[in-house]
């Protein structure tokens, strides 16, 4: 088989079973499609970089959406697009000094979780508390701004604001926030909400936590979605 259609397959079937939920690590993805589809050894430049694979599931999620009829296709697509953000953040490893409990999806699901026994009712609140680090997936170096971009268009104003300004309330906890900034979190309504959100944060870093899996969150906020009746929000 060429090199180049091999890789190509690889990169949509790696991407194809982190969708289904079959995977949540990029590097077992990327290993079981190489398996599957070249049943023999793989040379390693066939195969796809974890760059590769993110890119394919943002290209497959908008072609399942497109693929959809309209009257259900919305409120798929917005989980989808969740997941597909979210699940590569399990081969994402942060540094053990400020988050001993390990890769950045476990991380974001003790918050997701914490904020949950809070606030269980809070769509967009939870989903800030999930989506928060889906950026260090893209890049590690601007995780909010990357990931706001990401979620540009999936997600309600009030909860780009909390991711926005999640690290804001972090200084504010730290000490390192200045008057102005200060004085302008204040000012919003959702200041409590911030600090509930920054709080569990830094309390989702616990090694051994129990949590529900992706699509076990992604289900609770879709439920709560339903009830409340925001499904096309």
Not at 4 to 32: F, H
Not at 60 to 86: C, G, K, M, N, V
Not at 105 to 110: D, E, G
Not at 141 to 150: R, Y
Request: hydrophobic share 40%; net charge negative.
């Amino acid at each position: 088989m060429p090199h180049d259609k091999l890789k190509r397959q690889i990169t949509a079937e790696a991407a194809r079973r982190v969708t289904r939920g079959q995977e949540t690590n990029l590097a077992r993805a990327r290993l079981t499609a190489a398996r599957n589809l070249a049943r023999g050894w793989v040379h390693p430049a066939d195969l796809p970089s974890d760059l590769d694979i993110r890119e394919e599931l943002q290209l497959q999620t908008r072609l399942t959406s497109a693929a959809r009829p309209e009257a259900d296709s919305r409120e798929d697509a917005r989980f989808d697009h969740y997941r597909s953000l979210l699940a590569p953040l399990a081969h994402v490893m942060q540094p053990r000094d400020r988050h001993p409990e390990g890769d950045a999806l476990y991380h974001s699901l003790q918050v997701f979780v914490l904020v949950q026994n809070e606030s269980p009712w809070d769509e967009e609140l939870l989903l800030a508390a999930l989506l928060h680090d889906v950026g260090k997936g893209i890049d590690p170096l601007d995780h909010v701004a990357a990931g706001l971009e990401a979620l540009a268009g999936w997600i309600s104003e009030r909860t780009a604001w909390l991711i926005a300004h999640h690290g804001d309330a972090q200084r504010l906890h730290d000490g390192e926030l200045g008057r102005r900034a200060l004085r302008r979190l204040r000012a919003h309504d959702d200041f409590d909400a911030l600090l509930l959100l920054a709080r569990c944060d830094r309390a989702g870093r616990l090694p051994g936590a129990r949590v529900p899996d992706l699509e076990e969150a992604l289900t609770a906020i879709r439920e709560i979605a339903r009830l409340c009746g925001d499904e096309d929000s």
